[in-house]
């Protein structure tokens, strides 16, 4: 429809509007839509590269941090997994079992 209403003038394209059933913002609308879809293709400036290089590095930074501490939070979760079910094997804690001078032990 953009291209079929691109040559009319204000008139012609209220009659069209009218025949289609829609509204001149519409066309208008999509006319920009269309414009702006081209937009995106135009190659990027030097500095844009440069940031979007940045950008990409600092993501892969974040994702390698991120992957650690959620390893280390699986292996707390483990030893607490795997205390608790030594706690429930052994019953309720024996002296033997606390460090020296703890005071629980007392």
Do not use: H
């Amino acid at each position: 429809m953009v291209p079929e209403t691109a040559a009319l003038n204000a008139a012609e394209l209220a009659e069209y509007c009218r025949r289609k059933g829609l509204y001149a913002e519409q066309i208008a609308a999509w006319k920009a839509a269309c414009m702006s879809a081209n937009a995106s293709l135009m190659p990027l400036t030097r500095e844009q590269q440069k940031q979007a290089k940045e950008d990409k590095k600092r993501i892969r930074e974040l994702e390698k941090d991120l992957n650690r501490k959620e390893k280390a939070l699986a292996e707390a979760a483990a030893l607490l997994i795997l205390r608790k079910d030594v706690q429930a094997i052994w019953g309720a804690k024996r002296k033997t079992d606390l460090c020296p001078g703890s005071p629980e032990m007392y």
